[in-house]
């Protein structure tokens, strides 16, 4: 498990890294901002914002991947966070996509450029063979990301709070 324990390789703009306490102000910044969190119940206070990486830190540990902090290779900017976790849907367990990218960074292609890494990091690296995107219906954004990474629509269903939402997945095995 260990030796798969590893960021995605950077691409042409964005490195990866694991996120730690270090990367809070940053990812309370991230997750505090309304507009951010539009389709999430609410946005974080500080101390979510501190579950959210010892739920990543504990992702890296138990499965070798989580949501990884995301910046500028150019700047060492922190753009945002992306990647991969176990989400249960209607009772099975697959593994997710995830995106989240700073609002005055957003338009620019960034989460686009990083999704496509995770997703070829969970093909090659991690092996995995079935890559999904649990999203809102009126996310539009997030669903045109999901399209170009290769996903494609499968489904609406409910979600764990009661929200219709939409599924994206693709198989990655070839
Ligand atoms: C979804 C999100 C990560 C997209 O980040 P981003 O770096 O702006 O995405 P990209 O620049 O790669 O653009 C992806 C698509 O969204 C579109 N888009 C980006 N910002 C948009 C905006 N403000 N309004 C409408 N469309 C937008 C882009 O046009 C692009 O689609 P296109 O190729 O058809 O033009 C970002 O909007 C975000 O953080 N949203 C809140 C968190 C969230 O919803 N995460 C996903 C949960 S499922």
Not at 27 to 43: E, H, N, Q, S, T
Request: a negative charge; aromatic letters at 8%; charged letters at 30%.
């Amino acid at each position: 498990m260990q030796s798969r324990r590893r960021p995605p390789a950077a691409t042409e703009r964005l490195a990866f890294a694991e996120m730690t306490a270090d990367d809070l102000d940053d990812i309370a910044a991230l997750l505090g901002d309304p507009g951010v969190m539009r389709y999430y119940p609410r946005p974080k206070d500080r101390a979510e914002a501190l579950d959210w990486i010892r739920w990543n830190e504990g992702l890296y540990r138990r499965e070798g991947f989580g949501l990884w902090v995301i910046r500028s290779r150019a700047t060492g900017e922190f753009v945002g966070d992306c990647g991969l976790t176990p989400q249960e849907v209607d009772g099975v367990v697959d593994v997710e996509v995830g995106y989240h990218v700073r609002a005055d960074l957003q338009g620019r292609g960034f989460a686009t450029e990083a999704a496509a890494a995770c997703r070829d990091h969970a093909r090659e690296l991690l092996g995995v063979d079935r890559l999904i995107a649990i999203i809102h219906p009126e996310n539009i954004p997030s669903q045109r990301i999901a399209e170009k990474i290769g996903l494609r629509f499968e489904r609406t269903t409910t979600s764990r709070s009661g929200d219709p939402v939409r599924v994206y997945a693709a198989r990655l095995s070839t």
